[in-house]
């Protein structure tokens, strides 16, 4: 069955670090892969979309990288701020289903 | 992108009774998607959500549990039946951005406890 595993469900950096966070999946072939930022309460929100034929997508501060060979995705969030502190998902897409990891809770300590 | 409105945003439900939740879009979208999230895990989809046919539902979940309407391209709802306390649960409401190609946005979330 497909599996997707995010590291540790915590990942605790202090500010203007570079948090890096990993989505690892099996028995699956996206057509690409979303990142999400989820807060308490509140639904997730878009960040990310790299398709796979694409090795690295970049906005701002946030990039993402692919490897369809190592079944792999991380999410690098540079210059780490406290405001970045929220609940990161990723979900692998294929033929228009999106299915969830169970997501990194990061905290960035000022 | 689409802006949704989900209501309610949370409820606290007697055992035996049915709850309905509503995702309204700002704009017309061919599909809307339910998902659950139960405490401190991930989300699961329920079933997608199209105008005029029946919604499809994914292994787990069926249409007696959790009826679903689509009256027309902009909104939607979800009835959570005979609910019980595994049921607690956020649920949430979503469409694509942009034909599907740039991901997903969300409601809010409905956060049902049942006792």
């Known amino acids: 069955s497909q599996k997707i595993e995010q590291n540790s469900e915590a990942l605790n950096i202090q500010e203007g670090k570079t948090a890096t966070l990993t989505c690892n999946y099996t028995?699956?072939?996206?057509?690409?892969l979303q990142w999400y930022r989820q807060d308490p309460g509140r639904g997730p929100v878009f960040l990310l979309l790299i398709r796979e034929n694409e090795k690295e997508k970049r906005k701002e501060r946030l990039k993402v990288t692919f490897d369809t060979t190592l079944k792999q995705s991380l999410f690098h969030i540079t210059a780490s701020q406290p405001a970045d502190s929220a609940t990161y998902l990723c979900a692998l897409v294929r033929a228009g289903k999106s299915t969830f990891g169970d997501g990194t809770t990061l905290t960035v300590k000022p | 992108s689409a802006v949704i409105s989900q209501k309610p945003s949370r409820d606290i439900c007697q055992r035996g009774t049915s709850l309905t939740i509503q995702c309204q879009v700002d704009s017309q979208v061919t599909m809307m998607f339910w998902y659950r999230q139960q405490p401190g895990q991930s989300l699961t989809l329920i079933a997608t959500?199209?105008?005029?046919?029946?919604?499809?539902?994914e292994s787990g979940f069926v249409i007696d549990k959790f009826p679903i309407s689509r009256p027309n391209l902009t909104f939607s709802t979800l009835t959570v039946s005979n609910m019980s306390p595994e049921d607690s649960s956020i649920y949430l409401c979503s469409v694509e951005r942009s034909g599907g190609v740039d991901g997903y946005t969300f409601g809010s979330g409905t956060r049902l406890t049942v006792v």
């Open positions: 959500a199209n105008q005029g046919s029946e919604a499809t539902y």
């Open positions: 028995n699956y072939s996206p057509a690409y």
